[in-house]
């Protein structure tokens, strides 16, 4: 199931408690690097693709997520934003929610280390 | 006469791996809320309990018709959890180990890694052939029907009228 990611604006779809009461928690993340791509894995037990929202806005990934929490008293979101580097693509995000652990994969940008730079001469 | 050309190379982005000394890869805006500590407290866990390392969290419900038992185990693999019921004593094992794939950096390491052992001695007596366990989303959900005799029954009152004698 890949969550929806929206640029700008979040996507709703099930209907929810009131935010404003709902407490939140933070929840713990994994950052690994490699050449070509950035991964953040987030812990997010009781959470399905319907609870998940997944917004970017100017280099900001914004997470939020509504906890499924019969016996937890009382429901609680998790909630968590992030700086996007500019080494990455945030327009490349890829998103995978399984067994409670959310995995955001960001590629890097391809960035030339130098250029020749051409001299005019007169 | 042409300007001389500017050594330009110093002001593009460095293509090669920002180094965590300069800033955090990921600076999170929003760290503020940490309710977690007080939802633990506010946990039913079973009264006579002995919980050894993980961070994961467990708690036990009763629901009149059942007790339940809740943990929170994300990303633990169905192999990597054990429920044991031994008459009155429940037992969860869970395990949970970080997986670097190669050639990766950890960057940043908030995730647990879970090595969970915990008995609970179960309040109430339990009908151990309808026990039930299921795992979904990384919550591992175990339900222990109450026995029979365990369950509240409501105790009719028989009605003694008191009548004074008569002479």
Partial sequence: ?122 | MPVAARDVTRALPRAERAVVEDTMLFSEMNDAFRMLDALERRLDAGRNERARGGAARVGLRDDGEALLLVAELPGVRLDEVEVLLETDVLTLRASRRRSLPEGARLVRAERPEVQLVRQIELPTRVDADAVTASMRDGVLQVRLPKAAEARPRRIPIAHASSERPTN
């Fill in chain 1, 1 to 122: 199931m890949q969550p929806r990611t929206n640029p700008e604006s979040p996507a709703r779809t099930a209907p929810r408690p009131s935010d404003d009461a709902t407490p939140v928690v933070t929840p713990p993340i994994d950052v690994l690097e490699t050449d070509d791509a950035l991964t953040v894995l987030i812990d997010v037990p009781g959470v399905d693709a319907d609870s998940l929202e997944l917004s970017v806005a100017r280099e900001k990934l914004e997470l939020t997520a509504h906890r499924r929490a019969p016996l937890f008293e009382p429901a609680y979101r998790y909630r968590r934003t992030f700086q996007i580097p500019r080494e990455v693509d945030a327009d490349g995000i890829d998103a995978k929610l399984e067994d409670g652990v959310l995995t955001l994969r960001f590629p890097k940008r391809v960035t030339p280390t130098s250029r020749s730079i051409r001299v005019r001469t007169s």
